[in-house]
């Protein structure tokens, strides 16, 4: 597609449930990227993917966090057993090939656990 | 990793000249790039450093010295739409990923 895209744009969840973040990168980039966003704070590396594998999951936060990437394009991070400090803008990003070249974001995804 | 520092928040007035500073401390740094974020929206590239000196783009400019570990990003004739979060982000040795600041809230009053 033209940019990133990413769904739902807003989710409210309650404490303990399960969620899924979709993404979906520019058409032809082979690096996709997750970031996580609380309010007021900067952006926080969650993991990365080249192509189908993720070589760097050293943001994820928790093993409550997981993401996969199918047929090098279309990624889902999923949240296990939701909490109150889950609630965040996760915020998916692409690159042509990650080698160097710039960091393409979507428009993220709103989380609020309740 | 890098420590990114940057100040929290600027206030300018229309028309005028704003310079968002940020330092940073890396091992292998290997390029630094500005986004601009507006309030619920997705961050925006807006320039790239990699080599010290200016990088000119219309009304933004970005400088890098890599031997201070020092950016700065200069907007020029400030318009209300210029309003939102500027970000610094390092990229270190060959790593892919960007480590990002926390962020200068730009305000600009008519």
């Known amino acids: 597609g033209a940019g990133v895209s990413q769904s739902p744009s807003n989710k409210v969840t309650e404490k303990g449930k399960d969620v899924e973040l979709r993404c979906d990168p520019i058409?032809?980039?082979?690096?996709l990227y997750w970031y996580r966003q609380s309010l007021g704070q900067g952006l926080e590396f969650l993991i990365y993917?080249?192509?189908?594998?993720?070589?760097?999951k050293s943001g994820l936060p928790s093993d409550r966090f997981s993401a996969e990437r199918t047929g090098g394009s279309v990624s889902t991070l999923t949240i296990q057993r939701t909490q109150q400090e889950d609630s965040a803008v996760y915020l998916c990003?692409?690159?042509?090939?990650?080698?160097?070249?710039?960091?393409?974001f979507g428009e993220g995804s709103w989380l609020t656990v309740v | 990793g890098q420590n990114i520092d940057q100040p929290t928040e600027m206030t300018a007035t229309e028309g005028a000249i704003v310079q968002i500073n940020c330092t940073y401390q890396?091992?292998?740094?290997?390029?630094l790039f500005w986004y601009q974020q507006h309030a619920g929206e997705a961050p925006t590239f807006l320039s790239y450093?990699?080599?010290?000196g200016l990088e000119e783009k219309g009304r933004f400019s970005s400088f890098l010295s890599r031997s201070k570990g020092y950016s700065y990003l200069l907007l020029k004739e400030l318009q209300m739409k210029d309003s939102a979060s500027y970000l610094c982000?390092?990229?270190?040795?060959?790593?892919?990923?960007?480590?990002f600041g926390a962020g200068t809230t730009v305000t600009v009053r008519a």
């Open positions: 982000a390092v990229r270190e040795g060959d790593d892919y990923k960007l480590s």
């Open positions: 993917f080249q192509g189908n594998s993720a070589p760097d």
């Open positions: 890396t091992s292998g740094f290997n390029g």
């Open positions: 990003a692409s690159s042509l090939d990650g080698g160097g070249n710039t960091i393409y």
């Open positions: 450093n990699v080599l010290d």
């Open positions: 058409s032809g980039h082979t690096a």
